[in-house]
T-cell receptor
């Protein structure tokens, strides 16, 4: 029973490029959450999605960031025109439903050169 | 009001000692208080959680103490072992969660157990 899967585990981009981070939730989970973790900081909520719906994107920067969770396939966090400040670890979590325990993936470490 | 304040930022404990990490919150709507453990290069994993209807919850060497009136809760690790060295996050959320509710995390405590 695989856990939450994220890929790539490490991603290096130059300023101005696009970063695509993928998250496959645990089997049977239809709720996905994205978090960002900066060094020496806690986890900051970014966005909460269900299949084909964005439920809460209050933690997402208004520009350059977008997320989707299509009917088929993984959830995608997309960062356009990356800047150095986007360098962080991005974690995805999934749950059976809102209020249920969230299980975290191993994260994608994005480095922007 | 949505913050969860965690201290200390880092902690060094001798093997066999007791590690204590403290958290405080403001939002009285918070009703669920989990602790997560994160090893380097890994995602956070749920360690233990408490609801405010009890003042203490124990699982093995890990104990959560909860003080509802003070709006504080703490994690105690008894007989700390080098394998406990990790970053620990406290968190809080309402239960049940409405559409706009979310889990709020503390900034983390980096625990190092000396062998």
């Amino acid at each position: 029973n695989a856990g939450v899967m994220q890929n790539p585990r490490h991603l290096v981009r130059r300023r101005g490029q696009e970063a695509r981070l993928r998250c496959s939730p645990m089997k049977g989970h239809s709720h996905v959450y994205w978090y960002r973790q900066l060094p020496e900081e806690g986890l900051k909520f970014m966005v909460y999605l269900q299949k084909e719906n964005i439920i809460d994107e209050s933690g997402m920067p208004k520009e350059r960031f977008s997320a989707e969770f299509p009917k088929e396939g993984p959830s995608i966090l997309r960062i356009q025109q990356v800047v150095r400040g986007d360098s962080a670890a991005y974690f995805c979590a999934s749950s059976k439903g809102q209020g249920h325990e969230q299980f975290f993936g191993p994260g994608t470490r994005l480095t922007v050169l | 009001q949505q913050q969860v304040k965690q201290s200390p930022q880092s902690l060094i404990v001798q093997k066999g000692g007791i590690s204590i990490i403290n958290c405080a919150y403001e939002n009285t709507a918070f009703d669920y208080f989990p602790w997560y453990q994160q090893f380097p290069g890994k995602g956070p994993a749920l360690l233990i959680a408490i609801r405010p209807d009890v003042s203490e919850k124990k699982e093995g060497r890990f104990t959560i103490s909860f003080n509802k009136s003070a709006k504080q809760f703490s994690l105690h690790i008894m007989d700390s072992q080098p394998g406990d060295s990790a970053t620990y996050f406290c968190a809080a959320s309402p239960i049940p969660m409405n559409r706009d509710d979310k889990i709020i995390f503390g900034k983390g405590t980096r625990l190092h157990i000396l062998p």
